[in-house]
């Protein structure tokens, strides 16, 4: 058990807090800002774990097979959750669509199921710049509607503006999916 998987642990049931303190969103009254904001610090200090498991794997050379699995099942395990929590909450109606939603969770399984069938061949399949990107723009995207809930909701400027970063965001979401497609096509035909 290195050091970076012990992270990455850390960083799994970690998001199962956070997810906790969002479900309690809209159940404390005039105390939902301080709510999301509590969300929003956890989320943060989840992102920051996901960036310091790698730094230590790749410094102390620990790379190892379940971190190149347990690593982005963790992001998208928060990443995919919390979008997925923000549906059943009104503050994001009019920012973040379902259809965006399906569109996420979609490319993280496709990309899962890509790399889980490369890595059954023997060919590693790890994550490329794009799927890097895309991690760093989504959890912005996240923050960006957190900050916007707990905060923000009365203005129709930052509305706007958070539907423009989740704009951004899927687009980067796509673009990395068909990254991930193009590049398992032609690892998989050379196989």
């Known amino acids: 058990m290195t050091l ?13 807090v956070y997810f906790g303190v969002v479900l309690a969103v809209g159940h404390v009254g005039a105390w939902d800002w301080l709510v999301w904001d ?22 102390y050379k ?5 971190g190149r699995i347990a690593d982005p099942l963790a992001d998208k395990i928060v990443i995919c959750g919390a979008f997925i929590l923000f549906l059943g909450i009104p503050a994001f ?10 569109i ?17 061949q023997g060919i590693a399949f790890g994550a490329n710049l794009w799927g890097k990107i ?10 960006t509607a957190q900050v916007y ?12 503006f958070t539907v423009v970063v989740m704009a951004i965001m899927l687009a ?20």
């Open 93 to 102: 109606a009019r920012v973040l669509p379902a259809w965006m939603v399906v």
């Open 38 to 59: 509590i969300a929003t610090a956890l989320f943060l200090v989840i992102a920051i774990t996901d960036a310091l498991d790698g730094y230590y794997a790749r410094k």
């Open 149 to 160: 809930a707990a905060h923000f909701t009365r203005w129709e400027w930052s509305r706007w």
């Open 62 to 66: 620990e790379v190892t097979n379940v």
């Open 4 to 16: 970076a998987n012990k992270i990455t642990i850390g960083r799994f049931f970690l998001s199962f």
């Open 104 to 120: 996420v969770v979609l490319r993280e399984f496709v990309v899962s199921g890509l790399r889980s069938f490369a890595e059954a």
């Open 134 to 143: 895309k991690m760093v723009i989504q959890c912005g995207a996240v923050v």
């Open 172 to 191: 980067a979401t796509v673009i990395s999916g068909v990254t991930y497609v193009v590049e398992a096509r032609r690892v998989l035909r050379g196989r």
